[in-house]
């Protein structure tokens, strides 16, 4: 194998692929990306057996060939280069020699044939999805999936393919984020993904392309043109999430989200580092917080807001609350209510997107 690469292109390629390589591994070919020409250039691929991401890269091929190197060597080396075009050769199957203006440099890699096959996805069947429209909802669920081993059907998230649209959600059973997109996805299906292959997606593919995307024996496929991404699915059933979500919510607030970011995070000072309960009392026009920690000391404030009901005491995780108020889109939100014990939810208010997005948070037991 031999072939000439300019050393952005080798740095674009290398950028893509070695997030996927594991940091420690008992298989050592996992430490090594797998090197191959094309027709066009290289195609460079890394996995951790979970996941698998592949790219190809142009570059001048003058012998046919591929071997695999070693991912973080050579991501060192790359990162090191003048800018001067870069000679990659491999005699037999382990050795590597990189030439770059006067730098000259030797690795020993491994035979192509102990790196793992990637999955068989069949992409003759491929549904044809907006990338922009991923992104989006992958952005906007992620964050609220389980990383608990307890229950490991939540620590991925559910992807839901409908005919005339598509919708994440994620929940730990604390918390849940859902939305939905129109879209023409043309068939139905629900899918359990891993969030560490949903941000390797939203990382490695541009808004403006448009993916294809195949489903193997228990695997998902995504590709672009050059790009490819493949990830092991969660199996089993993902929890019936609609019939947590309250319809009879019969109060509501509108909140500033910036003045609330605020108000939480000062009160999240003196709050329990086990529970982050903070106290919220709503009545018409203004918001009372209150927090007391035993052996710390206690904090109270107040914003002024927009509130329709009965007055009403809730706690919430501080935390929990501030990490779904980062993901909204808006200046205001809305939030509602049942009772102290029931589930509130969350949304954008004034939100002017064709995307339907709703968060839920489970209240805290008060102790009063």
């Not at 770059?100 to 096959?117: A, D, I, N, T, V």
Request: aromatic share 6%; hydrophobic share 40%.
């Amino acid at each position: 194998m031999r072939f000439t690469i300019t050393r952005e292109k080798l740095q674009e390629g290398l950028a893509a692929v070695t997030p996927a390589v594991p940091n420690k591994t008992t298989l050592p070919v996992l430490a090594n990306l797998l090197v191959q020409t094309t027709e066009k250039g290289i195609r460079i691929s890394g996995t951790d057996l979970d996941i698998a991401v592949s790219t190809e890269v142009t570059a001048d091929v003058e012998a046919m060939g591929a071997i695999t190197i070693p991912a973080r060597k050579l991501s060192e080396i790359a990162r090191e280069l003048p800018p001067s075009p870069v000679r990659i050769s491999s005699t037999g199957d382990q050795r590597i020699t990189l030439e770059c203006g006067r730098s000259k440099f030797k690795l020993l890699g491994l035979p192509k044939s102990e790196f793992p096959s990637f999955p068989a996805v069949q992409f003759d069947k491929a549904v044809r999805v907006p990338s922009g429209d991923l992104q989006k909802l992958i952005g906007h669920t992620a964050f609220a999936a389980s990383t608990e081993e307890s229950r490991p059907i939540l620590n991925g998230v559910l992807w839901e393919l409908r005919t005339d649209a598509m919708r994440m959600v994620a929940t730990n059973g604390h918390r849940l984020a859902k939305m939905e997109v129109p879209v023409k996805a043309g068939q139905k299906a629900d899918l359990i993904i891993p969030p560490k292959a949903l941000e390797q997606i939203r990382r490695l593919f541009p808004a403006e392309e448009e993916l294809e995307v195949a489903q193997g024996e228990n695997h998902l496929g995504f590709r672009s043109p050059f790009t490819s991404v493949y990830t092991r699915l969660i199996e089993g059933p993902y929890p019936g999430y609609e019939q947590v979500i309250p319809k009879d919510n019969d109060k509501y607030a509108i909140v500033d989200r910036a003045a609330l970011v605020s108000a939480l995070r000062r009160m999240s000072v003196v709050a329990s580092d086990q529970t982050h309960r903070i106290r919220l009392s709503f009545n018409a026009g203004m918001l009372k917080f209150s927090v007391s920690t035993p052996d710390l000391g206690e904090a109270q404030d107040e914003l002024p807001i927009r509130y329709e009901g009965d007055p009403l005491d809730i706690g919430f995780n501080a935390a929990y609350l501030l990490e779904i108020l980062r993901y909204l889109p808006t200046d205001e939100v809305r939030m509602t209510f049942r009772a102290p014990e029931r589930a509130s939810t969350i949304e954008p208010e004034g939100w002017n997107d064709a995307a339907k997005y709703l968060c839920l948070l489970m209240p805290l037991r008060l102790v009063d």
